[in-house]
RNA sequence: GCGCUCGUAGUUCAAUUGGAUAGAACGUUGGCCUCCGAAGCCAAAGGUUACAGGUUCGAGUCCUGUCGAGCGCACCA
């Protein structure tokens, strides 16, 4: 007997770009159950018609844009019209009578409309059971067990030394700890890492820029940094011929540290970064395990290159290139003329490093979108230098941020930096506590502004895919209102405050609900509770937080549409006021859980 | 010139990877605090998804072409 084609759930699917959609159906939800019955009543159907299991579909559901379309529907009924030659609609009432025969739990219609969509509804009873399950899971609601057993590598933000970090790096910092924890959230063992360039012609550039400076006169961090900055600028600007000999001998000096005045120079500045960039991390939550640094690689990298010249490396006019070409990619230098290794010569050592100090299953280095044809040549020369590491490596490529006044450049100054983002944000920020609670401590305005100004600034950067390229204009980008982290924190807040007084007027808080006699308001908002872990998984597998931000303010504003609509401490009845504490309850843990995931903190009074 | 990515409301972006009437936010206009927090809510206006074909039950999404933008095309990262 011939069989039929693997229906995959959410546990066999790694990667995006597979081509269905049941990558969020978790073992045991409902669901994949609809989706099970679906498969097994067509499975009956192939056989009394003696159709070729070969040809048996692919058989996915999804949640309908429009609520009043169900929660759930299948048009397999349309993609088979043709092959088993009848009449769609025909073919979906059939398939909903057999289905509705299952008697699935949490199922209370089962409609078939127009063309031959099959939809599914769900009981009250069922999405009420669902979220009093949100309740007893707590903090544990929204995390899967799917990769349970399997490590991943992130490395991410990557800035280098001597130069200032802006607003892309910041995206990439943000976005970098959000897929972090997504992929902790599906069961992925995690390591953090990040990897700087403190070595190479742009470092040269800011050393030479730097020579005759008495460092002495540069006391604070914020000074020494603005002094790296102005020197970047100065070496990046110089075009003199004697300046760019000057500034190859340094760069080869830095590498071979054969210049004591040098060294002394690049230890100290580099320090400087070092600690500058922890001071953001810290500020931003973004936590690594492992810095790792080009000056610590490359020699790794050029070992590695000599032992694999003539096969998987060869020499072309002075240089020493991986030919790329013959795979259809670019060919590129991995040692230059003046034998020192270039960027894709110091990668080979980094993920050499990485494979001897760690045991992960997958890499993932998320990188500009600008870096994606050298990191398809680099990914290909590691899979020849290591064979056994193929499908390991893996580049993500994160979109570029522009400014209104264009492209964003370090060595021109057309720049917003990132500290500056943060530090108007949190300025903005004060602005509206104070006008709010003008007798709150200072100390406790600022720690209020801090919150509200790094999760919106952090919400403000994650609400878009990532690998498109936006603008980011502070103006608009960085909001309070709207679409933002702070319309998210506030609407958390409320609820705070609302289950603070329920407390205090003796209202029972039992996750347990009394009542299934459901408003309108009350009902959409318990058909989207139960959904936060499907969110999650789908974020994680395309690595698009955007998904759970979209998620996660149409919650919130399908909260603001039931609090409109139905008083809550003030409902007629003791079991309504039970009944709707307990939403609020719900809604409250589901945006908490979240925005924990996006790295976006709640603080208790706004 | 070649390659990759992209083109959606005045602006910034979404759109469940081919699903149902293309959604938000900002901005604009008008309304809502004697009522659980107005950083909130409601309403209005705003679209031939750059353009032209094609594929099919169905296209913003896939294929072809045109126009336009960004990025990349060996000793920078």
Redesign the pocket.
């Known amino acids: 007997m011939s069989k039929f084609p693997d229906q995959p759930d959410s546990t066999q699917i790694h990667k995006?770009?597979?081509?269905?959609?049941?990558?969020?159906l978790t073992p045991g939800s409902l669901g994949l159950q609809i989706r099970d019955a679906i498969v097994s009543n067509l499975r009956s159907i192939w056989l009394h018609e003696e159709l070729n299991p070969k040809y048996f579909p692919i058989v996915?559901i999804?949640?309908?844009?429009?609520l009043?379309?169900?929660d759930w529907?299948?048009?397999?009924a349309?993609?088979l019209?043709?092959i088993l030659k009848q009449n769609?609609f025909e073919i979906a009432t059939e398939l909903a009578e057999l289905v509705g025969q299952d008697n699935i739990a949490g199922i209370a219609k089962i409609?078939v409309?127009?063309?031959?969509?099959?939809?599914f509804h769900l009981s009250a009873a069922w999405l009420a059971q669902q979220t009093e399950l949100i309740l007893k899971q707590a903090e544990k609601f929204g995390q899967v067990e799917n990769r349970v057993g399997k490590t991943i590598m992130i490395e991410h933000t990557?800035p280098?030394t001597h130069k200032a970090l802006h607003v892309g790096h910041l995206r990439n910092t943000v976005l970098g700890m959000a897929e972090v924890r997504l992929h902790r959230a599906v069961g992925y063992e995690v390591i953090s890492t990040t990897y700087?360039?403190d070595?190479?012609?742009?470092?040269a550039k800011c050393i030479y820029g730097l020579r005759g400076e008495d460092l002495t006169k540069y006391p604070t961090l914020d000074d020494q940094i603005k002094l790296l900055a102005d020197s970047y600028v100065k070496g990046g600007t110089e075009e003199s011929e004697a300046a760019e000999e000057e500034m190859?001998r340094i760069?080869k000096a830095l590498y071979e540290q054969s210049d004591e005045e040098i060294n002394t120079l690049w230890e100290i500045t580099r320090e400087w970064s070092i600690a500058k960039q922890k001071e953001i991390y810290v500020r931003v939550g973004t936590e690594l395990e492992r810095f790792y640094w080009?000056s610590e690689v490359w020699r790794r990298g050029v070992e590695l290159i000599q032992q694999n010249m003539g096969t998987v490396f060869t020499e072309?006019?002075?240089?020493?290139?991986f030919?790329g070409e013959r795979y259809g990619l670019?060919?590129?230098?991995f040692?230059?003329?003046?034998g020192?290794?270039?960027?894709?010569?110091?990668e080979l050592g980094l993920e050499s490093l990485k494979m001897e100090e760690y045991d992960f299953d997958f890499n993932v280095i998320q990188v500009?979108?600008?870096?994606?044809?050298?990191f398809s040549v680099v990914i290909k020369a590691l899979e020849e230098v290591f064979p056994d590491k193929k499908g390991v490596f893996e580049s993500e490529h994160f979109?570029?941020v522009?400014i209104?006044s264009g492209?964003m450049s370090s060595r021109t100054g057309n720049v917003i930096f990132l500290e500056d983002i943060l530090n108007e944000m949190h300025e903005?920020?004060y602005a509206?506590?104070d006008?709010?609670?003008p007798d709150l401590p200072a100390e406790k305005k600022n720690a209020?502004?801090e919150t509200?100004g790094i999760g919106?600034t952090k919400y403000a950067l994650l609400?878009?895919?990532?690998?498109?390229?936006?603008?980011?204009?502070p103006?608009?980008?960085l909001?309070?209102?709207?679409?933002?982290g702070?319309?998210l924190?506030?609407?958390c807040?409320?609820i705070?405050?609302?289950l603070e007084?329920?407390q205090q007027q003796h209202m029972s808080l039992d996750a347990q609900l009394s009542t299934l006699d459901f408003s309108q308001e009350e009902l959409t908002l318990l058909r989207k509770l139960y959904r936060l872990p499907?969110i999650i998984i789908?974020a994680q597998?395309?690595?698009?937080p955007?998904?759970l931000?979209?998620y996660l303010?149409?919650l919130?504003?399908t909260f603001?549409?039931?609090?409109?609509?139905?008083?809550?401490?003030?409902?007629e009845k003791q079991e309504i006021?039970a009944a709707?504490l307990f939403l609020c309850q719900a809604t409250l843990q589901v945006l908490r859980n979240g925005l924990a995931v996006l790295g976006i903190a709640v603080?208790?009074?706004?």
């Open positions: 995006r770009g597979t081509s269905t959609k049941n990558y969020i996915e999804e949640h309908p844009a429009d009043s379309h169900g529907a299948c048009s397999i349309l993609q019209a043709k769609p409609e409309i127009k063309p031959g969509f099959i939809n990557q280098n700087g360039g070595v190479g012609p742009h470092i190859k760069n080009e072309s006019q002075g240089a020493i290139i030919e670019h060919t590129r230098v040692m230059t003329g003046q020192t290794p270039t960027y894709e010569g110091k500009g979108n600008d870096h994606e044809p050298y979109g570029m522009s209104p492209k903005r920020a509206e506590v006008k709010r609670y209020l502004a509200i919106a609400k878009y895919d990532p690998r498109q390229d936006i603008t980011f204009d103006e608009q980008t909001s309070f209102t709207g679409d933002s702070a319309y924190q506030y609407v807040v409320r705070q405050s609302l007084k329920a499907e789908h597998l395309e690595y698009k955007n998904h931000c979209s303010f149409d919130a504003q603001n549409d039931f609090y409109q609509a139905c008083p809550v401490l003030n409902a006021v709707r603080p208790e009074k706004m």
